[in-house]
Structure formats: C-alpha cells, structure tokens
C-alpha cells in the first residue's frame, strides 16, 4: 500500500537524510529516491529474447546488447516480466504521492 510506504517514509525520513549526509552527500534524500523511482518507472522491456547462458559461475545474457545494461537494469530483468510491470505500478503510485507530499499537497 503506496500510502503506508510514504507515511513509514515520511517517518523514517530525518534519519534517512542523516544517513545520507554521513556518506558526503549534502541534498535530500527524497531527491534520490525520486531520481531512482524514475529510472525504473522509464526502463523499456526489450523485445528479443532474454536467454541466459552460463560460461561460468555466474548467468550471463546471451544477447551481447543485454549482457551490456547496467547490473541494476539487469537485475530488475530478471525479476521477469510480470513483477517488473507490479513492481512498477507500486512505484508510480509512490512516486506521486512522494512529489505530493513534497509540495505540500495531502
């Protein structure tokens, strides 16, 4: 539930920033999150297959354009279709309700 996440958020929100500065960054946090919510919510889904191969240890895309992407890019591709598309509907309401909150409207 979007509305839960934001108020925990909200909540949370003093410490997270305080975190946040800690590690050298000096602007809020929620500017972060927005940024990464954003990214997700543009990821386009590709077309082609995504088989995987397996020249070592570790999976690999067999499309080289794939095996390319950022890990992050490629770890929330394999969460699959499906999850990704609920996971970006989770998002998007958080998004909004974030940018709300952030100008004041309730």
Request: glycine share 2%; hydrophobic share 40%; no cysteine.
């Amino acid at each position: 539930d979007s509305e839960s996440l934001v108020q925990w958020y909200l909540e949370l929100k003093p410490l997270i920033n305080q975190a946040y500065s800690e590690l050298g960054y000096e602007d809020d946090f929620t500017n972060t999150l927005q940024d990464a919510i954003t990214r997700v919510l543009d990821m386009e889904l590709p077309k082609s297959s995504m088989e995987l191969i397996q020249p070592s240890v570790m999976y690999k895309y067999a499309n080289p354009q794939l095996e390319a992407l950022p890990d992050t890019d490629k770890l929330l591709l394999r969460l699959g279709k499906d999850n990704l598309l609920v996971m970006k509907s989770v998002l998007l309401e958080l998004h909004e309700k974030l940018a709300q909150q952030k100008n004041g409207v309730h």
